[in-house]
């Protein structure tokens, strides 16, 4: 099917008035908004493709409803026909919402038509330099005569030439059909986390006589067998992005993944299907994707209404979600369920076993799996397990508890686990004899996860709990990177216990945790600050302006760290860690001296139209290093044609827009071009020297 993205030129009728919008859009009131798009596509057969709905969605062509997306979901929803007679399309979005994604069109004008995601190229074998794959095209249709079609395959490689062609015949008599095309590829580059080589298929789908009914593409991977060849390593990711909220942009997403990446993370893991945009970001960079499918099934949870409609809907949204996910070399596995109630055998079970085979028939060549975890034990639920009328008494923590002493959660999860292949484990459930992923794991949980992996032949590696910062109900959840993408301190901790990032000191106060405290030497003269100093070396040695504070052990008997508690005095602290003996590594922290100048950094001097800018404002002191006890409000002043998107700090958002809000020393500025030409944007602040970038935006 042809594919066209609905994003631009969207009239919106709300209570505020009319107005025009483009995707992705969260609506600014609480009231019913109206989206209407007019467009000149007539066809024969066409599907609409929304992608994270706020709320609740109901989809019209013509004031006929075709049907309703609801929450964050995406839906694929058959409208027939009925683009060949009229070509607005709308959306009615209940109290507000949004769509923080995105819209496509999908449409044939044949009859008989390729679904859409209908193409599935999976990997049966690497040989040298050559490779087995396997095409599986999903044909549909109304036409119910018996005729002889084709499809011509073509795949190109990542520099846009054809490197295999091959052509499949087969007899179609209407309905759905797959036709199946086994193809050796004699020089094949397979996708690897360090080279990620991606291809492209294109499929065109004719007739006898040679008429072209329909064409298709996707993307798609070389997969080694062994995808867990290394032990996985990375975090839980929301779908917001940071500054942007929930909404998905190919930058953010990009910036976002990258930063994991950096740390030295291979793997993230979505609850819901992430967007295209955050998949393709996946897929150029490297990273292992594991998907839950479903975050909730039957019973509600708060913030959710995935729940509604599941009983008749679970198997057919559990096709959609692989079919959009099967082709992306990035993705590893899927799990069908984020710890939901039925994962002990309560309501809702018996939709285990059909939503299971729902997703190894439409992808068999990767695992399935579910995460598990501890939930409130029902009364009956205990007594069954064993407890006493008289111990089932208190809170839930104390009904957990008592869950944990009879062993109940292994006991009530090992039927569902028992269908799957593997399982991932939050809240330190004990694991089952099959492959294993610690997920959710708390910064103090880093070093127990990494020895289990270490000491475990099936634990495949293990998640943080949140790879970004992100707002849930007005309430900030820290994670491994800041609201600006910056690393925090639980994200270097992982990093330097995988062996890739380096040494750094944390001052806190003395029961300061891992997460907590700055890095920033500055206090009252004479306080005693408690110091931690994070490092492989078996050994740190602290000094305060050249005198020795004292010696720690640290290495692995002491989760490679040491702490100190030190007096405080102005000008540079420095830790010296050793190894066996050896010097290992060296960092340093200084007294900032009083801020002098504002400096932006892009990655970019270019943008293209639909492009993001990022902008890192850095306030720096006199010796040109970081004034990271800088905190305070500069201005932003912005010549050409641009919006500014967003400004906000490792807090996250300013209130407002023409403010910046700098924290510890640094802020941050989204912009879009709104038109091309020259755009120069400067910060100033009160006694600052002022920060001046250009770029050009193109057309």
């Known amino acids: 099917m042809k594919v ?11 209570e505020r008035g009319k107005s025009a919008v483009t995707f992705p859009y969260v ?32 989809v019209y062509v013509g004031g006929e409803c075709f049907g309703t997306v609801v929450g964050a979901s995406r839906r694929l929803i058959p409208l027939g026909n009925s683009l060949g007679s009229e070509g607005t399309i709308g959306l009615s979005l209940e109290d507000g919402g949004g769509i923080t994604r995105g819209v496509k069109l999908h449409y044939s004008d044949s009859r008989t038509y390729i679904r859409p995601y209908g193409l599935f190229v999976r990997t049966e074998s690497v040989d040298g330099q050559g490779a087995e794959i396997v095409i599986e095209t999903e044909i549909d249709g109304d036409e119910y005569e018996k005729r002889k079609l084709s499809v011509e395959y073509s795949i190109i490689n990542a520099r846009g030439k054809r490197s ?29 986390s360090d080279q990620p080589y991606i291809y492209t298929l294109r499929a065109v789908l004719s007739d006898q006589n040679g008429n072209v009914l329909d064409e298709a593409e996707t993307p798609f991977g070389i997969t080694l067998p062994n995808r867990f060849d290394v032990a996985l390593n990375g975090a839980t990711l929301s779908h917001s992005n940071g500054l942007l909220g929930n909404i998905s942009h190919k930058d953010a997403e990009r910036r976002k993944l990258s930063a994991l990446r950096d740390l030295g993370y291979n793997c993230v893991r979505y609850v819901g299907c992430p967007s295209d945009s955050a998949l393709t970001a996946a897929d150029e960079l490297g990273l292992k994707v594991i998907v839950d499918i479903f975050d909730n099934w039957t019973y509600p949870k708060e913030g959710s209404l995935s729940h509604v409609a599941f009983g008749y809907e679970a198997e057919e949204r559990a096709a959609e979600a692989v079919r959009t996910l099967r082709n992306h070399p990035s993705v590893i596995m899927y799990s069908v369920s984020n710890g939901s109630e ?29 995460t598990l975890r501890k939930l409130v034990p029902t009364r009956g639920e205990l007594l069954a397990c064993g407890a006493k009328k008289s111990e089932i008494k208190g809170n839930d923590a104390a009904l957990v508890k008592l869950g944990d002493e009879l062993g109940l959660p292994e006991k009530l999860t090992a039927d569902f686990a028992g269908m799957t292949d593997a399982v991932i484990y939050c809240d330190g459930l004990k694991p089952t004899d099959k492959p294993y992923i610690r997920s959710e794991t708390s910064v103090e949980e880093a070093f127990a996860a990494l020895e289990e992996a270490e000491d475990n032949e099936s634990m495949l590696g293990s998640l943080s709990a ?9 309430i900030a959840v820290s994670g491994d990177v800041d609201f600006t993408c910056l690393p925090a301190l639980g994200g270097q901790y992982r990093s330097m216990l995988a062996g890739r990032g380096n040494s750094f000191i944390l001052v806190g106060s003395s029961d300061s945790g891992f997460a907590e405290g700055r890095q920033c030497w500055k206090a009252t003269d004479g306080e005693t600050v408690n110091v931690k100093v994070f490092t492989r070396g078996d050994v740190v040695a602290l000094y305060l302006n050249g005198y020795l504070v004292g010696r720690r052990l640290a290495g692995k008997v002491n989760k490679y760290y040491a702490s100190f508690d030190v007096e405080y005095h102005e000008g540079t602290l420095e830790a010296v860690t050793f190894l066996r003996g050896r010097e290992y590594d060296r960092v340093s922290l200084m007294t900032p001296s009083a801020a002098k100048s504002v400096k932006l950094l892009t990655g970019s001097r270019k943008i293209g139209p639909d492009d993001l800018c990022y902008v890192d404002v850095w306030v720096l002191d006199g010796n040109g290093e970081t004034a990271a006890d ?3 409000d500069l201005t932003l002043k912005c010549e050409g044609g641009c919006e ?12 407002e827009e023409d403010v910046c809000t700098v924290v510890n020393g640094h802020a941050l500025i989204v912009m879009r071009a709104t038109e091309a030409g020259r755009i120069t944007l400067k910060v100033l602040g009160r006694g600052l020297n002022y920060g001046r970038l250009t770029v050009t935006a193109t057309e």
């Open 4 to 14: 066209t993205e609905l994003t631009k030129q969207w009239q919106c009728n709300s």
């Open 644 to 655: 500014i998107v967003a400004v906000g700090n490792e807090y996250g958002s300013c209130a």
């Open 630 to 632: 800088f905190n305070g």
């Open 342 to 370: 039925e994962t002990y055998g309560r309501r809702g079970s018996e939709y285990a076993e059909r939503i299971i085979n729902t997703v190894r028939i439409c992808d068999g060549s990767r695992p399935v799996a579910c």
């Open 27 to 58: 609506s600014p009131c609480f009231g019913k908004v109206d989206l209407r798009i007019c467009t000149d596509v007539t066809a024969s057969r066409a599907f609409l493709d929304v992608d994270g709905v706020s709320g609740v969605a109901d």
């Open 466 to 474: 949140n790879g970004m910062d992100y707002s849930e109900r007005g």
């Open 164 to 192: 295999c062609r091959k052509k499949k015949n087969f007899v179609y008599t209407g309905g759905e059909k797959t036709v199946v095309l086994p193809v050796k590829m004699r020089r094949a580059y397979p996708y690897l």
